[in-house]
């Protein structure tokens, strides 16, 4: 049984620990938080899993029942874990989130609900204005179908290159799940953090270029992400620089932080047909 614990109690701990400065968390580990607080059909056997339950096929991007992330993960057995190596050398794997019961200290849930609650508190590139308040309301958001984190497998140095970083650090994670409901569910969503000090070091490309071979090996024919602002112009190149296409512009859709007084930012919506996706595709 998952605890919920809520998360201002966590975020209490951390910020008396020194773990929370410039409003930004300065590790990311289980630990740390522990310590401091496809063909043009979809084949048959695609279609039955992504719609076997009723309540996971009513899932939408928004809203889903709790789980641990690994839903279909046979589907990808030949993908996860994936290993690379970043931009500063550190190597990295790309897994699902490690669990252990009544043990926080390994728990990576708990990392993972820190690091959504922190992009929330950001308020830059997400539309989310309360943050997670229980580890249960964070797996039934992040962990309803199939997620991961990129955890690095070896030391290096954070995006300042004057903080050290450790073997288990999580440097960000990332879920894929249906974007629409029911007869619509074949169209997949995908949520993307990176953790603020792990930054231009490759890792959003990583989990970017790993999410296109997932996505397309667990059955669903195309991706469509919802809100891509305007004002986050890494993630625009980036998504563009991966094949994405723009195929919406919704003019004053958000309230975000860093805005001048009264300035709502313009959204972008970006596609991806996975049936074009060569079958040989290696992130």
């Given at each position: 049984m998952i605890r919920s614990i809520p998360s201002r109690?966590?975020?209490?701990?951390?910020?008396?620990?020194?773990?929370?400065?410039?409003?930004?968390?300065?590790?990311?580990?289980?630990?740390?938080?522990?310590?401091?607080?496809?063909?043009?059909?979809i084949p048959d056997k695609h279609v039955s899993l992504l719609s076997r339950s009723s309540n996971r096929s009513m899932t939408t991007a928004y809203q889903g029942i709790p789980g641990d992330g690994k839903h279909n993960s046979h589907l990808i057995s030949d993908l996860i874990p994936f290993q690379a190596t970043l931009i500063d050398g550190r190597r990295v794997e790309v897994d699902y989130f490690r669990h252990v019961e009544d043990d926080i200290e390994e728990d990576e849930y708990f990392a993972g609900m820190a690091l959504m609650n922190l992009i929330i508190r950001e308020g830059r590139s997400w539309p989310f204005d309360q943050e997670f308040e229980s580890v249960d309301d964070w797996r039934g958001y992040f962990l309803s179908h199939t997620a991961f984190v990129v955890r690095a497998?070896?030391?290096?140095?954070?995006?300042?290159?004057?903080?050290?970083?450790?073997?288990?650090?999580?440097?960000?994670?990332?879920?894929?799940?249906?974007?629409?409901?029911?007869?619509?569910?074949?169209?997949?969503?995908?949520?993307?953090?990176?953790?603020p000090r792990f930054r231009r070091l490759g890792v959003g490309r990583l989990m970017g270029r790993?999410?296109?071979?997932?996505?397309?090996?667990?059955?669903?024919?195309?991706?469509?992400?919802?809100?891509?602002?305007?004002?986050?112009?890494?993630?625009?190149?980036?998504?563009?620089?991966?094949?994405?296409?723009?195929?919406?512009?919704?003019?004053?859709?958000?309230?975000?932080?860093?805005?001048?007084?009264?300035?709502?930012?313009?959204?972008?919506?970006?596609r991806y047909d996975l049936e074009k996706l060569p079958d040989n595709y290696r992130p």
């Open positions: 109690l966590i975020l209490r701990h951390w910020a008396a620990r020194g773990v929370i400065a410039n409003g930004g968390l300065q590790t990311l580990t289980a630990r740390s938080v522990s310590a401091t607080s496809t063909s043009s059909i497998i070896s030391n290096g140095m954070d995006s300042s290159k004057r903080n050290s970083s450790s073997v288990g650090e999580v440097l960000g994670c990332f879920y894929i799940k249906p974007n629409f409901p029911g007869r619509c569910s074949h169209i997949c969503n995908g949520g993307f953090i990176t953790a790993v999410f296109l071979r997932a996505a397309k090996d667990l059955g669903y024919k195309s991706s469509y992400f919802n809100l891509v602002f305007k004002s986050n112009k890494g993630s625009v190149l980036m998504w563009e620089s991966l094949g994405f296409e723009r195929v919406a512009v919704l003019e004053k859709a958000a309230k975000l932080e860093g805005l001048k007084e009264g300035e709502l930012d313009t959204a972008y919506g970006y």
